[in-house]
């Protein structure tokens, strides 16, 4: 198939910007008006936000799009806002004539026949490629769908397409830069379109995308991420690492790791209704279907990895890769891997020490059994290096790793529920936490001992309103468990975690902790509480997630403690937990410390958070070494203080388009140009960068004639080029 050329007589094509804005604002489509002068690509206006969750009127779009104005370009917001519009982009930094969208728009055709005449394609300035349609279910945020890892000498700038790139090093310590190919804008996001200059309409109509069905999502975004080319992450374990010389053959082999080496997933696929629909030829894809489904690619299978990018192929979550165990224990065994061990064990799988008393620790870890005799199985640094040569992947950037504990310690009543409410919505929604903190986004499981059902349901909603979260986005990414009237301890509740599939959630969290402390269990007990963690990281290494404790501190004046001696209970409450993070009254009424201590991450700075209910808030312009300091007899000062007028807060966007721009600027420059801002120290820009780079809202670049140093700009505006 070739791109149709556009209707020459289509009064959208010789129409004017306003003219294009008003016909997209008419057809339920969100118009903003958007500068393109050379490299320079954003959004014309101070603040977009607002249009996230409405359309602009007819006198904002007169106001906009006016000769005095001169808008130079045109935007469309996507997401909910515009009737679920979504865009995949194929950027054409390889120069090849869209090598990538080539590729998918053969995939799409052959999995599901005429899906693509259907759809709206433009072209980009670069040479890329926009596809734009409407989805009849919600669409997630942007995502990231393909990428390219390339190998370079050394640590000198690399220029890709037109686009600089820094290199970095890898696990082994090789060089590289990784390049996104296909990428989509979706809730959250936006995308510069036609009639912007150097973009144009190749096929269908811009102001009539058509409305798809989910599956017909899944094929499009499905065969995208068939041609990434990096390395995912794997839920059931056990695949090249375990396999290779890292471990002596002395080391005895478990039934799932085993079966990763031996198994065949095609034949339980085939078992279960999945139909083979394209074979890997020359060690390509393999594209398979999910049952009920009549046509299209549902996931594929290479390297004995099943990556599922179906939204709706349970018992498997879409955008994740299974190993051939994983697979056998979905399918065959309803996710109860333990059960799925023992049966591969009756087969044969599996050496000897392994093929009786199948147990937790048996399964999903990459440690010896817990119980019974240790058997010795020492490995060679060099061999260890090379079996784990990344850290676990994070979950809370700066704060947690996959399979990690975290405890949150405040006093009685100081709003920790809440704050931990704030953090599931910010994982589930994949935003920063606090702003601060970037997440990777999943699902999240409350397990609450404390609050009756009807108060998690009112207090959530509020939590998620406070936040601009529109609760469709948390309906399915939540799930709260109310034990209120059926406690259960942590021992009592291992069938409970056991029935929970591996890779369902990305956080659990146990509100509040005290309340799962066994019957007679002692807290200032070292021995007591080192059990429960140890149980705690058999669960999480197990469900492949991190758990979050709620957990209360002592009486008392905290400001003398250390971060790690804030808790109630013996050491081994912070000892043994990964990320001990604390609360600690400042001097300033309303407002705590957050501080922490921090086992696989660099250590963090304290922060100050003013509550503002529902929610706590980040106020740099506090000192978070004032501490209140509560020791008995010392008297409060009763003067009353003067008002201070409340300052806006500095959140990325604002930040990006305030400091930001297609010219690129250095650090140092930035916060120069911060000085005089309320809310805006030192730390809080180079967070606000940080967050903003890890968000793609910028880009780092060599500043030129500048002695190599580093800076920051907009990659092609805050819109997609």
């Given at each position: 198939?070739?791109?149709a050329?556009?209707p020459?007589d289509s009064?959208?094509?010789?129409?004017t910007?306003a003219?294009?804005?008003?016909?997209c604002v008419?057809a339920?489509?969100?118009?903003?008006p958007?500068?393109r002068?050379g490299?320079?690509?954003?959004?014309?206006?101070?603040?977009?936000k607002p249009?996230?969750?409405?359309l602009?009127?007819?006198?904002?779009?007169g106001?906009?799009?006016?000769p005095?104005?001169?808008?130079t370009a045109?935007?469309?917001?996507c997401?909910?806002?515009?009737?679920h519009l979504e865009m995949i982009?194929?950027d054409n930094w390889d120069?090849g004539g869209?090598?990538?969208?080539?590729?998918?728009r053969e995939a799409?055709e052959?999995?599901?026949p005429?899906?693509l005449?259907?759809l709206v394609i433009e072209?980009t300035p670069s040479g890329?490629?926009h596809?734009?349609y409407r989805c009849?279910?919600?669409v997630?945020?942007n995502t990231k769908l393909?990428?390219?890892?390339i190998?370079v000498?050394?640590?000198e700038?690399?220029?890709?397409?037109s686009?600089?790139?820094?290199?970095r090093?890898?696990?082994s310590?090789?060089w590289?830069?990784?390049v996104?190919i296909?990428e989509?804008r979706?809730?959250?996001?936006?995308f510069?379109?036609d009639?912007?200059?150097g973009?144009?309409?190749?096929l269908?109509?811009l102001c009539?995308?058509p409305?798809?069905t989910?599956?017909?999502?899944?094929v499009?975004?499905?065969?995208?991420?068939a041609?990434d080319e990096?390395?995912q992450?794997?839920?059931?374990?056990?695949?090249a690492?375990?396999?290779?010389?890292a471990?002596?053959n002395s080391?005895?082999s478990?039934?799932?790791?085993?079966?990763n080496?031996?198994?065949d997933?095609?034949e339980?696929l085939l078992?279960?209704?999945w139909v083979?629909?394209?074979s890997?030829?020359?060690?390509?894809?393999?594209?398979?279907?999910?049952?009920g489904?009549?046509?299209?690619?549902?996931?594929t299978?290479?390297d004995r990895v099943?990556?599922?990018?179906s939204?709706?192929?349970a018992p498997f979550?879409?955008?994740?890769?299974y190993s051939?165990?994983a697979?056998?224990a979905?399918?065959?065994h309803?996710g109860?891997?333990?059960?799925?061990a023992?049966a591969l064990?009756?087969e044969?799988?599996?050496?000897?020490?392994?093929?009786?008393?199948?147990d937790?620790?048996?399964?999903?870890t990459d440690?010896?059994?817990?119980t019974?005799?240790?058997?010795?199985?020492?490995?060679p640094?060099?061999?260890?290096v090379a079996a784990y040569?990344q850290?676990r992947e994070?979950?809370?950037?700066?704060?947690?790793?996959a399979?990690?504990?975290m405890?949150?310690?405040a006093?009685?009543?100081t709003?920790k529920?809440?704050?931990?409410l704030d953090?599931?919505?910010?994982?589930a929604t994949?935003r920063?936490?606090?702003g601060?903190?970037?997440?990777?986004?999943?699902?999240?499981?409350?397990i609450?001992?404390?609050?009756?059902?009807?108060t998690?349901a009112?207090?959530l909603?509020?939590?998620?309103?406070?936040r601009g979260?529109a609760?469709?986005?948390?309906a399915?990414?939540?799930?709260?468990?109310?034990?209120?009237?059926r406690?259960?301890?942590?021992?009592?509740l291992?069938?409970?975690?056991?029935?929970?599939?591996?890779g369902?959630?990305k956080?659990i969290?146990?509100?509040a902790?005290?309340?799962?402390?066994?019957a007679?269990?002692?807290?200032?007990?070292?021995g007591?509480?080192?059990n429960?963690?140890?149980?705690?990281?058999?669960f999480?290494d197990r469900?492949?997630?991190?758990?979050v404790?709620?957990h209360?501190?002592t009486k008392?004046?905290?400001?003398?403690?250390?971060v790690?001696?804030?808790?109630a209970?013996a050491?081994a409450q912070?000892r043994?937990?990964?990320?001990h993070?604390?609360?600690r009254?400042?001097?300033e009424d309303g407002v705590?410390v957050l501080?922490?201590?921090v086992?696989?991450?660099?250590?963090?700075?304290?922060?100050?958070?003013r509550?503002d209910?529902?929610?706590?808030?980040?106020?740099?312009?506090?000192?978070?070494?004032s501490l209140?300091?509560?020791r008995p007899?010392?008297?409060?000062?009763?003067s009353?203080k003067?008002?201070k007028?409340?300052e806006?807060s500095w959140g990325?966007?604002?930040f990006?388009?305030?400091?930001?721009?297609?010219?690129?600027?250095?650090?140092?420059?930035?916060r120069?140009d911060?000085?005089g801002?309320?809310g805006?120290s030192w730390?809080?820009v180079?967070?606000?960068l940080?967050?903003?780079e890890?968000?793609?809202?910028?880009e780092?670049?060599r500043?030129p004639?500048?002695?190599?140093r580093?800076?920051?700009?907009?990659?092609?505006?805050e819109a997609s080029?």
């Amino acid at each position: 198939m070739q791109d149709a050329p556009h209707p020459s007589d289509s009064p959208r094509r010789n129409g004017t910007l306003a003219s294009h804005a008003s016909a997209c604002v008419a057809a339920g489509l969100c118009a903003l008006p958007a500068i393109r002068r050379g490299e320079e690509k954003r959004v014309a206006l101070s603040s977009w936000k607002p249009y996230q969750t409405r359309l602009p009127s007819g006198d904002e779009l007169g106001s906009w799009f006016n000769p005095e104005s001169s808008p130079t370009a045109m935007c469309l917001v996507c997401g909910a806002v515009s009737g679920h519009l979504e865009m995949i982009d194929f950027d054409n930094w390889d120069g090849g004539g869209g090598e990538a969208f080539e590729a998918w728009r053969e995939a799409v055709e052959a999995a599901s026949p005429g899906l693509l005449e259907r759809l709206v394609i433009e072209t980009t300035p670069s040479g890329g490629r926009h596809v734009v349609y409407r989805c009849e279910t919600p669409v997630s945020g942007n995502t990231k769908l393909a990428q390219r890892r390339i190998d370079v000498d050394s640590d000198e700038p690399v220029v890709v397409g037109s686009k600089e790139y820094a290199p970095r090093r890898d696990a082994s310590g090789a060089w590289v830069v990784t390049v996104t190919i296909i990428e989509t804008r979706g809730e959250g996001g936006l995308f510069l379109c036609d009639p912007s200059p150097g973009y144009e309409v190749v096929l269908g109509d811009l102001c009539e995308p058509p409305l798809i069905t989910a599956d017909e999502r899944d094929v499009l975004l499905g065969c995208a991420s068939a041609l990434d080319e990096t390395p995912q992450p794997v839920i059931g374990g056990g695949l090249a690492p375990s396999n290779s010389s890292a471990f002596p053959n002395s080391c005895p082999s478990r039934p799932g790791d085993d079966f990763n080496d031996r198994g065949d997933p095609r034949e339980i696929l085939l078992r279960h209704g999945w139909v083979m629909v394209r074979s890997g030829e020359l060690g390509g894809n393999e594209h398979w279907r999910r049952p009920g489904k009549s046509a299209g690619t549902s996931a594929t299978l290479k390297d004995r990895v099943f990556y599922v990018f179906s939204t709706n192929a349970a018992p498997f979550e879409a955008h994740k890769g299974y190993s051939p165990f994983a697979v056998y224990a979905l399918l065959e065994h309803h996710g109860d891997f333990a059960a799925a061990a023992s049966a591969l064990a009756t087969e044969g799988y599996g050496s000897r020490e392994h093929t009786t008393g199948v147990d937790l620790s048996a399964f999903m870890t990459d440690t010896p059994p817990a119980t019974g005799p240790l058997e010795p199985c020492p490995v060679p640094v060099g061999e260890l290096v090379a079996a784990y040569p990344q850290l676990r992947e994070p979950v809370i950037h700066g704060l947690l790793r996959a399979g990690e504990t975290m405890n949150v310690i405040a006093s009685p009543k100081t709003g920790k529920s809440w704050l931990t409410l704030d953090l599931a919505i910010a994982v589930a929604t994949g935003r920063p936490w606090l702003g601060r903190y970037q997440t990777e986004a999943g699902p999240v499981l409350i397990i609450d001992n404390e609050l009756h059902r009807e108060t998690s349901a009112h207090r959530l909603p509020k939590v998620a309103q406070a936040r601009g979260v529109a609760m469709r986005e948390i309906a399915e990414r939540i799930f709260v468990d109310n034990l209120r009237g059926r406690l259960q301890d942590i021992f009592t509740l291992a069938p409970y975690f056991e029935a929970l599939e591996p890779g369902r959630f990305k956080v659990i969290v146990l509100d509040a902790f005290y309340r799962f402390m066994p019957a007679g269990g002692d807290e200032n007990d070292n021995g007591t509480m080192a059990n429960i963690y140890n149980r705690i990281d058999a669960f999480a290494d197990r469900l492949g997630c991190c758990f979050v404790l709620i957990h209360h501190s002592t009486k008392g004046s905290q400001s003398g403690k250390s971060v790690t001696d804030v808790g109630a209970g013996a050491g081994a409450q912070s000892r043994a937990t990964d990320t001990h993070l604390v609360l600690r009254p400042h001097e300033e009424d309303g407002v705590v410390v957050l501080d922490a201590a921090v086992r696989s991450w660099p250590p963090i700075d304290p922060t100050c958070l003013r509550w503002d209910f529902p929610v706590w808030s980040v106020d740099d312009t506090l000192d978070p070494a004032s501490l209140k300091n509560e020791r008995p007899g010392k008297k409060k000062d009763a003067s009353p203080k003067a008002d201070k007028p409340a300052e806006p807060s500095w959140g990325v966007e604002r930040f990006v388009a305030r400091f930001i721009s297609a010219e690129p600027v250095g650090k140092a420059e930035i916060r120069e140009d911060a000085k005089g801002e309320p809310g805006l120290s030192w730390r809080r820009v180079a967070d606000l960068l940080d967050i903003a780079e890890g968000e793609g809202r910028i880009e780092r670049v060599r500043l030129p004639g500048r002695g190599g140093r580093w800076g920051y700009a907009l990659p092609g505006g805050e819109a997609s080029s």
